[in-house]
């Protein structure tokens, strides 16, 4: 009897757990067994989303201004000092200024173009000589600068050979005549030229009667020095008062500047050159000052004097 009931009990036990295994076998898969025995497959469920925030707005930005660079503060210019003039160009300067004249040319006045020969400055020795002399053709019609001596051609420092030729052929490219009357003059030959104005002259020192060389003594003539040449045409080949007409003498006048000459002795310059005027007369002195001589009217002697030679 006992057995039974401890069967019976067993049994129920068992009968209880395969029902719960059922039940739990069900929810898990979703299938059940309906009352009619069909077996249904159960929609799992899906979890609801949890609804996705809209991002918030994000307020305006305000622009950012581009970042430039500081620019340093403009310094203040320094005005550039006033160059220092050497003690001979600022004596030179002051001179002019007194003068009412611009500035004149910053050079070197030892320098062998500007040397000074008249009668109250004679060369050093009086029997000076060029080393370069050169000879060239008198009436232009070539070019060349020969070295070797030639009677038929004319003489000058080979420092001023190509200046020459350059203003003598401009000169011919006007169509007018040119001729290279004067150049290089030695100690002898100017004393002879100097005896010779003398005698024919009635006069011993060479000078006029009021009192201005025609004529200079050996020693004291710039054609000496051979940086100088009297320019005519040959149809003038006497040199006077005349030659100041005619058309190629004032060609040379106005334009010899161009190539560093300069209308040695003026007719009106007699009262400080000390020589008549010589309108054929014509000297080397480099284009700068060439230029400043003739805008501001002054001889050589004047020119210099500014630079204190006196």
């Known amino acids: 009897m006992r057995t039974r009931r401890v069967g019976r009990v067993i049994c129920c036990i068992l009968a209880l757990a395969a029902l719960a295994g059922y039940w739990h076998f069900r929810l898990q898969t979703g299938v059940y067994v309906t009352a009619d025995g069909q077996v249904i497959q159960k929609q799992a469920e899906v979890p609801a989303q949890a609804p996705v925030a809209e991002p918030a707005a994000q307020p305006e930005s305000t622009p950012v201004p581009e970042q430039t660079e500081a620019l340093p503060a403009a310094a203040e210019e320094t005005p550039e000092p ?50 370069n002399l050169v000879y060239l053709n008198m009436t232009g019609d070539d070019t060349d600068i020969r ?45 002879a030229n100097f005896d010779r104005v003398c005698a024919n002259n009635g006069i011993t020192d060479g000078k006029n009667a009021e009192g201005n060389y025609i004529t200079m003594p050996a020693g004291h003539s710039e054609h000496q020095t051979a940086l100088c040449c009297d320019i005519t045409d040959y149809y003038h080949e006497i040199k006077n008062d005349a030659i100041a007409q005619i058309a190629t003498v004032q060609w040379l006048a106005e334009h010899c500047d161009e190539y560093g000459f300069v209308l040695r002795f003026p007719q009106e310059k007699r009262d400080i050159t000390h020589v008549m005027g010589e309108s054929w007369h014509f000297r080397y002195v480099g284009v700068e000052a060439a230029k400043y001589m003739k805008e501001n009217d002054l001889c050589l002697e004047e020119f210099v004097a500014l630079y204190g030679v006196e």
């Open 147 to 191: 070295t070797d001596y030639d009677g038929n051609r004319q003489v000058v420092d080979a420092l001023i050979a190509q200046p020459l030729i350059d203003m003598i052929q401009a000169c011919k490219a006007e169509g007018l005549p040119v001729y290279l009357s004067s150049g290089y003059r030695s100690y002898a030959t100017q004393q």
């Open 82 to 131: 006033e160059p220092t003039l050497s003690p001979l160009m600022q004596l030179a300067t002051d001179n002019a200024a007194a003068k009412g004249l611009p500035a004149p040319p910053d050079i070197d006045i030892s320098e062998w173009q500007y040397v000074l020969v008249n009668g109250d400055h004679p060369l050093d020795p009086l029997t000076y000589e060029p080393e």
